[in-house]
């Protein structure tokens, strides 16, 4: 932990019920994609709960926030309904994504939370297509945007943070260093193993935070958000952390030691924080174990939610591949009639 | 009506979009102070200002992945490539983000976004500078996909892709822009996708011509009326997403043949799957096979020589067409 003084009470106990909440979630996704109730591809961010809650700590409700595939905790902490999240997990119609994007592009609009993106680096420069609005419109809305340490290997990364510095976006930059890039460690990937310094020669400072501390991570963040929104001038954020679970579920962790999980277990950001708000008096054992029930609570509605919303109708296959108007009519009329639904040919 | 080129035809429709909505704005490699590779922009950047009319640097998946971002917050992008090679470059941007995003958030999002760019042979510029992709973005539910071959549908097209919510890609060819057409002055004038227009009438084939090729099988029509007697139907489908199938089908039960033309490559080209097409829902109205006239199967050579022999010309679309005909037909030749 670094010597940061607590936040005022309201706001610590916030985080510790929010990083327990994505905890929660979380395992219960991972039991429920054991159950096969869940498809695809299934990346937990357990490890990294301080990372997200922290830095979405610094966000005002009106900032873009954007992550990877890794983002159900970014939905939970922008405040989406875990149900809803569940749901989409489940490719039920109650889905944040309606069943269409399933774990690895969530997205909640209302919230500004605007998305997870499976393409590594392809978030990038949506961010920066967020901050040229903000720009663009001359509000002081600001944009965070989170991608992995294998992020930064992409040309995406390069490309965005010159335009960004070029056109004085109000974009923070965080990568998560969360030291792999699925299976291959962050020396055998990264020439530059100093992440924050990546951004320099495109003209974008870096600061680091320990993304294993919730309350650094906020204070960081919060600095690099008052930079870019103040003072017009991106940043790029290092957040080390560590994740405990595999790069996905399907993953035999071959490339690390049971002893480096351990030793970084030991910096568990929910028990670290928890410990040190009891040790502060913010709390007591029994309040603690009662955040702890009410997100167990929260998780099990979530999953009878899910459980309980009905899988899309196949008539609703063609949904929103296009915005309908006059001239494209649907489907049909922007293909051909060789399937059996037609949909333009009932909206004509 | 005023005579203009078509460059001129598209920067008129980019001006007067700018000067209607505010949110449009436009963005691209040269185009502000140089006016544009091929000087479509010219003149903007001084009524307009830098803020609307953005010279980038060159980094063309991250541009449209700017103009994605913007778009999904508000705003109205028209994006230039400097040619359809270029645009490969983005394709990560324009299929995972901008074709897609809407569906995969359950529709929360809409991404009105141009990306405009040339294609297309003819200035010796080689394999990297010269191709023709309007097959490739055909391919991507999501996308709507314009091809314009007059100054006035490229004016009246353009206006109606900065006006839409979806995503369009945008094709120009490299030769029409110093071509003259009539063009309406109404500043309300618009083209709506999905409309294919018929270039010539006829009654004994249906040629359907894509991009420049619609052109070329104009001229290929004249001159199968001249000598061979055939009267040829010329259709330029105009967009390809949204597809205008009823006239082209209307045309083929009338004429009973068919034959089409396109610059780009043949396998999993635009006539490989709309010869699919019109077999699928015309069959009973075909004489003969659906006739194919295309690019050829290899890249796009310097030589002027072997460009030439590279990309359709009159000769290759009356000889297919003959073909159509067996033997009556071609007797009349001589």
């Known amino acids: ?348 | 009506m005023a005579e203009m080129r078509y460059r001129e035809a598209l920067n008129q429709a980019l001006a007067e979009e700018l000067e209607r909505d505010p949110n449009v704005f436009l963005m691209g490699q040269d185009i502000s102070v140089f006016g544009g590779a091929f000087k479509v922009t010219e003149g903007l950047m001084d009524r307009f200002g830098e803020k609307r009319i953005r010279d980038t640097p060159i980094s063309e998946n991250t541009i449209v992945g700017l103009g994605v971002g913007s778009a999904m917050t508000g705003l109205r992008p028209v994006i230039e490539l400097m040619t359809i090679n270029f645009s490969l470059l983005a394709l990560d941007q324009i299929i995972n983000h901008a074709a897609h995003v809407r569906y995969m958030f359950g529709g929360q999002v809409s991404v009105p976004l141009v990306v405009r760019m040339p294609q297309g042979a003819g200035h010796q510029l080689g394999p990297t500078h010269s191709h023709s992709f309007e097959a490739l973005y055909l391919h991507v539910p999501g996308l709507l996909v314009a091809v314009p071959t007059t100054a006035a549908d490229a004016k009246g097209l353009l206006k109606t892709a900065i006006r839409d919510d979806n995503p369009v890609i945008f094709i120009e060819h490299e030769t029409l822009y110093g071509q003259r057409g009539e063009v309406p002055d109404d500043p309300d004038f618009t083209v709506p996708f999905g409309l294919a227009a018929i270039r010539r009438e006829g009654s004994d084939v249906t040629l359907i011509g894509i991009s420049r090729m619609a052109q070329t099988a104009e001229r290929a029509a004249e001159q199968l009326a001249a000598d061979h007697g055939i009267e040829a139907e010329v259709i330029d489908p105009r967009t390809l997403r949204p597809l205008d199938l009823d006239t082209i089908l209307e045309s083929v039960a009338k004429t009973n043949r068919c034959v089409i033309v396109e610059e780009g490559w043949p396998h999993g080209g635009v006539g490989a799957n709309l010869a699919a097409l019109i077999q699928e829902q015309g069959f009973d109205d075909l004489d003969a096979p659906v006739g194919r006239v295309t690019g050829v199967d290899a890249p796009m050579p310097y030589a002027k020589s072997l460009e030439q022999i590279s990309f359709p010309h009159e000769e290759q679309v009356i000889e297919a067409t003959l073909a159509l005909f067996g033997d009556r037909k071609r007797a009349s030749r001589g």
């Open chain 1, 1 to 348: 932990m670094t010597d940061h003084q607590l936040p005022p009470s309201e706001m610590s106990l916030e985080w510790l019920r929010s990083m327990t909440l994505i905890r929660r979630f979380e395992e219960r996704a991972g039991e429920q994609y054991t159950r096969a109730k869940v498809g695809g591809f299934l990346h937990l961010a357990i490890g990294e709960e301080a990372t997200i809650v922290g830095a979405v700590a610094a966000l005002r409700p009106t900032d873009y926030m954007i992550a990877t595939y890794r983002s159900h905790g970014q939905a939970l902490a922008r405040g989406s309904e875990p149900g809803r999240v569940m749901a989409e997990l489940f490719g039920r119609v109650d889905g944040l994504c309606r069943g269409r994007g399933g774990s690895m592009h969530m997205f909640d609009l209302e919230r500004r939370f605007m998305g997870g993106f499976g393409i590594v680096g392809g978030n990038l420069p949506l961010a920066a297509g967020f901050g040229l609005t903000s720009d663009y419109l001359g509000n002081d809305e600001a944009t965070l945007c989170q991608f992995g340490d294998g992020a930064s290997n992409q040309g995406t990364f390069g490309e965005t943070l010159n335009l960004a510095a070029l056109w004085s976006l109000p974009v923070v930059f965080m990568v998560t260093n969360n030291q792999f890039g699925m299976g291959t460690s962050l020396e055998r990937h990264s020439a530059q193993t100093n992440l924050q310094i990546k951004g320099e020669g495109f003209g974008v400072p870096g600061m680091q935070c320990d993304g294993m501390d919730v309350i650094d991570t906020w204070a960081v963040t919060s600095e690099a958000i008052r930079i870019a929104r103040e003072e017009r001038q991106p940043v790029l954020v290092e957040a080390l952390n560590y994740r405990f679970r595999g790069h996905s579920i399907a993953d035999p962790e071959d490339y690390r030691t049971e002893e480096e999980v351990l030793e970084w277990s030991k910096r568990d950001p929910l028990v670290t924080f928890g410990d040190r708000l009891v040790a502060e008096g913010v709390l007591n054992d029994e309040q603690r174990e009662a955040i702890d029930l009410e997100a167990i609570e929260a998780v099990d509605a979530a999953v009878a939610f899910a459980d309980a919303s009905p899988e899309p109708e196949p008539s609703s296959l063609y949904d929103d591949v296009y915005v309908l108007s006059d001239q494209v009519r649907g489907w049909y009329s922007a293909d051909h009639r060789g399937a059996s639904l037609q949909k333009g040919e009932e909206l004509s």
